[in-house]
């Protein structure tokens, strides 16, 4: 590895950003957490550790400093816009495929790349004291001596945070391509999921309970920014009184919002955003929100294992 010389100009560059990130992670925090009882020091440690995680892979590849970034039972969706390459992976596999991509690669085979994240999209929606959503928007360059920084990815990410032991660990990660959203392939996956979603919220906006059992696992992880983390059977329940309201609730989902992509030897991610609209006090009521659901292929067809609903 050749040394690198630093001058005097470099340290004020140096000095420079670091007092121009400052500023704006401190902007970014009061417009995105007006209101959050999330405080400066947690935001400003989830970003610590993102950048910890990129400095890690393209630079340091001493993998066991992840382990404080990542829970044991971490689980990562990536998508890439091809559904050979994208897959569901474990904590384990996630772990194994940095160090074969990246760590154990030399000389001319080893990528040269670094990666940005786009502070002024970054927000983080609490789900308890304990567990929070991050989403953002990340950039990936390719670096060559000499040459101009080549941008190859754009990507938008959604995170769940986990504070175990005192330590906030990230337990999830949904990536997907934003640099490709506006060609975003309406293939048969993508028409199958839209289809599950409006057979799904057919039978929701008619009431009928025991059809919407049929579309989700039994091991259903449900995160709302507000509710929490609930179970299959607490959201069985919650369907039930908000349809016992008789207040006429009604869901849509935002025309142009759907984004679907696979997730390999799984099932598939469905991101988009959809409204409720219910009758309060004899006027209508009605909210837009953004969620990403995770399909699983099982041999009963296809069924939801994972949600986040978050922007309430």
Request: proline share 3%; hydrophobic share 35%; charged share 25%.
């Amino acid at each position: 590895m050749r040394a690198i010389r630093i001058n005097s100009l470099m340290i004020v560059a140096i000095i420079t950003w670091v007092f121009i990130s400052i500023i704006i992670v401190e902007s970014v925090y009061a417009q995105a957490n007006p209101d959050s009882s999330i405080n400066k020091k947690l935001f400003n440690e989830l970003i610590h550790k993102d950048s910890l995680i990129f400095n890690t892979v393209f630079n340091t590849c001493n993998l066991r400093d992840l382990e404080e970034v990542f829970s044991d039972d971490f689980e990562f969706y990536p998508d890439n816009g091809d559904a050979i390459y994208t897959s569901h992976q474990t904590h384990a596999e996630f772990i194994a495929s940095l160090q074969k991509n990246f760590c154990d690669k030399k000389g001319s085979d080893k990528p040269k790349m670094r990666r940005e994240v786009d502070l002024t999209n970054l927000q983080i929606y609490p789900l308890s004291s304990n567990e929070i959503v991050q989403t953002g928007v990340q950039r990936f360059y390719i670096v060559n001596p000499g040459e101009q920084d080549k941008l190859v990815e754009v990507s938008k990410f959604t995170r769940t945070w986990q504070r175990k032991n005192g330590k906030w660990k990230m337990s999830k990660e949904f990536d997907a391509f934003s640099n490709t959203f506006s060609n975003h392939p309406q293939d048969s996956l993508y028409y199958t999921i839209a289809q599950e979603d409006s057979l799904l919220f057919t039978a929701y906006n008619a009431h009928d309970l025991a059809k919407i059992k049929t579309f989700f696992t039994s091991d259903l992880e449900f995160y709302h920014d507000k509710g929490g983390l609930t179970t299959y059977v607490q959201n069985m329940q919650a369907f039930k009184e908000n349809f016992e309201k008789n207040n006429g609730i009604q869901r849509e989902l935002v025309p142009g919002s759907l984004e679907v992509y696979p997730v390999k030897n799984y099932g598939a991610m469905e991101i988009g955003e959809h409204k409720f609209c219910h009758e309060e006090n004899g006027k209508k009521d009605c909210g837009t929100f953004k969620f990403a659901m995770v399909w699983e292929k099982t041999i009963e067809g296809w069924k939801i294992s994972r949600v986040l609903s978050y922007g309430h």
